[in-house]
């Protein structure tokens, strides 16, 4: 069975950080590429950050230079290092994974940036 739990989302003023962890078990996790996706109430839900087997990371435009995606391989987890967060970073972050035909998500994890 294939389990993707998001984890470390939570209230942060306008200017803070935050990390997000997503730990994945039933997959062969090195073979997936790993990606966090967000999404507001009335909103699609958009893509954040992706990283490849390969370790190669692409961003959102209003996430470059503040978010950082990053993957252990070993403790099959990967990672959102979120900073300089400003309100309309509020979301549900999700995490997903997909590899040919397979594509799996977690059930997320609410990020509020308010003062």
């Known amino acids: 069975q294939v389990q993707l739990v998001e984890s470390g989302g939570g209230l942060v003023q306008p200017g803070g950080s935050l990390r997000l962890s997503c730990a994945a078990s039933?997959?062969?996790?090195?073979?997936?590429?790993m990606a966090w996706y967000r999404q507001t109430p009335g909103k699609e839900r958009e893509p954040v950050a992706t990283i490849t087997n390969g370790g190669t990371t692409d961003y959102g435009d209003s996430m470059k230079g503040r978010f950082t995606i990053s993957r252990d391989n070993v403790k099959n987890t990967v990672d959102l290092q979120m900073n300089s967060l400003k309100p309309e970073d509020t979301a549900v972050y999700y995490c997903?994974?997909?590899?040919?035909?397979?594509?799996?998500w977690g059930k997320g994890t609410l990020v509020t940036v308010s003062s």
């Open positions: 039933g997959i062969i996790f090195r073979n997936f590429v």
């Open positions: 997903r994974c997909y590899y040919g035909r397979l594509n799996y």
